[in-house]
């Protein structure tokens, strides 16, 4: 008599309550209050603009992630260390969903003759680039996936999925998206269609993060990516 065959269980490292609370916390501060602030102190010159307010931004993301959600990092890491080879499958499948999805979009963009363009975030890095390229290269690559991928992986998917992953993945991408474009939100509602723009992405972090059970897949995936467009820029 034949035997089933399972699939090996994925081995998860999830948020406790206490860190998602203090996750969900710095959420908001992160993508809304803190960069209101300092875009108010640049205009009082108490920084400087551009690249020293976004190092600033996400410094400050990365010191609140490692202090209150560094145990969530580290045993998150682990998962990583104990299985090497399904978290790099899963980084290289994120990455593979993200760019079939990109020809995707860009094929039925295409079809409906709609014009394929850079979004204005982009141009706005591309613009920091110029100012400064080492220092927004270390901003985008190292900084910004270490505070991103907890808050909207490891919080936003890894909460919901506990009760519905397809509402995971639209909450996570829909929330990751917006975070793109709100600011430019503020000067024409327009900019609201360019959130498309990120969805193959944000649905192959999720992927990662979905298959293999740490967050440091996406933040390796989120760091490659962002590599690959800060190398076109300098």
Same mark, same amino acid.
């Given at each position: !008599? ?12 999830? !948020?406790?309550? =206490? ?5 969900? $916390? ?40 490692? +202090? ?8 998150? /890491? ?9 978290? +790099?499958?899963?980084? $290289? ?13 860009? /094929? ?7 014009? &394929? ?18 220092? !927004?290269?270390?901003?985008?690559? +190292? ?8 808050? /909207?992986?490891?919080? +936003?998917?890894?909460?919901?999925? =506990? ?6 993945? @639209?909450? %996570?991408?829909?929330?990751? @998206? ?27 972090? @999720? ?13 390796? /995936? ?7 467009? !800060? %190398? &076109?820029?300098?």
């Amino acid at each position: !008599m034949g035997h089933d065959i399972k699939a090996p269980r994925i081995e998860r490292e999830d !948020m406790t309550r =206490r860190e998602a609370v203090l996750a969900a $916390v710095y959420l908001p501060v992160h993508a809304v209050l803190l960069p209101l602030l300092l875009t108010w102190f640049a205009t009082l010159g108490w920084i400087e603009p551009g690249v020293t307010l976004n190092a600033i931004w996400y410094a400050v993301g990365v010191g609140y992630t490692l +202090l209150f959600l560094g145990k969530y990092l580290r045993r998150s /890491f682990d998962v990583l260390l104990d299985h090497p080879g399904q978290s +790099l499958l899963a980084a $290289v499948s994120g990455l593979a969903t993200d760019y079939l999805l990109s020809w995707a979009l860009t /094929f039925i963009l295409l079809l409906f003759n709609v014009a &394929v363009g850079s979004t204005a975030n982009n141009d706005a890095v591309a613009e920091l680039a110029g100012e400064n390229g080492q220092r !927004m290269f270390a901003v985008a690559v +190292l900084l910004a996936p270490i505070v991103e991928e907890p808050l /909207f992986r490891g919080l +936003l998917y890894g909460q919901i999925r =506990r009760r519905s992953r397809a509402a995971a993945y @639209c909450v %996570s991408v829909l929330l990751f @998206c917006f975070y793109h474009v709100w600011q430019y939100l503020l000067l024409d509602w327009r900019y609201i269609f360019q959130m498309i723009n990120y969805v193959p992405a944000s649905v192959g972090l @999720c992927y990662s993060y979905e298959k293999s059970g740490t967050v440091w897949a996406p933040i390796a /995936f989120h760091m490659f990516i962002n590599a690959v467009s !800060m %190398s &076109v820029l300098l």
